[in-house]
């Protein structure tokens, strides 16, 4: 337990450096520059007059000095509306933090366009199987998950033919929609199971998106987003001498943070992100399983 408290205080007092190094170094080093300078215009007047090389160099030194206030702000603002993504990049991996942290909030919406979602659909299904002993201050989810239309000829997926070229093959897109239907009747399952126990209401809805899945977005709570874009090229066998097919691999994708609580310019990217999926989920079309045509 001392190791424990030990470290919080550590990361606390780093912490706090770093608000307070935040927050004096624009100071301290505006008032270095303006402090040159004024001395360097202060020696302008008061060296000799016959001293006409030390004059320009101090007069030079005093403007460069305030060229350098200048420019000082104006690369703090810069820094300030380009530092976008919020955060480092991330692995699909790490998906499970970021679904553990949307359910701390009372109202949690999660959105995800990509590929089968299979990475977060695990980290759905173990969440959601929690709230049946205790959904903490969560009283309401609502999962909205768009995947590909399966059931449309696609490049990617795809079997790799002769010279790599991409041969569409049902047989292999309609073994992803099986699986994509799977995680939905699950999800759905799970979610009228939470609702009828009266204690949270759960919403869990798969749509379909025309086109290949290249990119792939997390929306949490409409504050923070993950996106990142597939490797198309990745490649898979499902039999050791079998043919090889294009199957993009969305727990090796890498992913950017936007955050709301970045800079004003990570929060019109999350703006935008959110506005664009809405618009996106409103075209998509609802699975042909949902009407019990899919084989």
Known sequence: MAVRGSRRSDGGLGERLRRYQERFEPVVTRVVLIGIFVIGMTAQFVTPVGDALEDKVYLGGALLSLVGYVLYDTLKDLTSSVRVPSRPLVNSSQLGSFVSDAFHARKVEISFLGYTGETLFNELYHRLEALLDNPGPTRRVSIRMLVPDFGQPM????????????????????????????????????????????????????????????????????????????????????????????????????????????????????????RHFDNLWALAARPRWRHGTAA
């Open 155 to 274: 490049t990617v997926p795809s079997k790799v033919g002769d010279d790599g070229a991409p041969v569409d093959d049902a047989d292999f897109r309609e073994r992803l929609e099986r699986r994509c239907r799977e995680y939905d009747e699950i999800l759905t399952e799970l979610a009228e199971r939470l609702t009828a126990a009266g204690r949270v209401v759960v919403e869990s809805e798969y749509r379909l998106y025309p086109g290949i899945p290249r990119d792939k977005i997390c929306i949490f709570n409409r504050e923070q987003v993950l996106y990142g874009l597939y490797d198309l090229s990745a490649r898979m066998r499902m039999q050791h001498a079998g043919p090889e097919f294009y199957d993009p691999k969305g727990y090796r994708t890498d992913l950017n943070v936007w955050s709301r609580e970045g800079t004003p310019a990570a929060e019109t990217a999350v703006s935008t992100w959110n």
